[in-house]
Nanobody
């Protein structure tokens, strides 16, 4: 079992930055692929970024590539999402997730946090 707790969301102006954190507890953190997803009302939860257990590999949705950076600190059992050049369309609830497969598919992730709201004003 893995418990995930996100933090760092908030309100920011367009062009600004936020850094989300996700603290994990439970089984060995470095055995899990970690992902970030986001969801807006009435829409499906969508993939944002993923990072392999060692941190050597990362992947991003096209909509955030070049603006967002995912990283992890296995010594602190924490994964981060640095979000720069934020746009109003980045407004969503952001969720971190843990899974066994290095994938963009929601179904590949077994554990989810409660989410943190990110609001980008224009």
């Amino acid at each position: 079992q893995v418990q995930l707790v996100e933090s760092g969301g908030g309100l920011v102006q367009a062009g600004g930055s936020l850094r989300l954190s996700c603290a994990a507890s439970g089984r060995p953190f470095n055995s899990y692929v970690m992902g970030w997803f986001r969801q807006t009302p009435g829409k499906e939860r969508e993939f944002v970024a993923a990072i392999s257990g060692t941190g050597a590999s990362t992947k991003y949705a096209d909509s955030v590539k070049g603006r967002f950076t995912i990283s992890r600190d296995n010594a602190k059992n924490t994964v981060y999402l640095q979000m720069d050049s934020l746009k109003p369309e980045d407004t969503a609830v952001y969720y971190c997730a843990a899974g066994r497969l290095y994938s963009q598919a929601r179904s590949s992730y077994d554990y989810w946090g409660q989410g943190t709201q990110v609001t980008v004003s224009s």
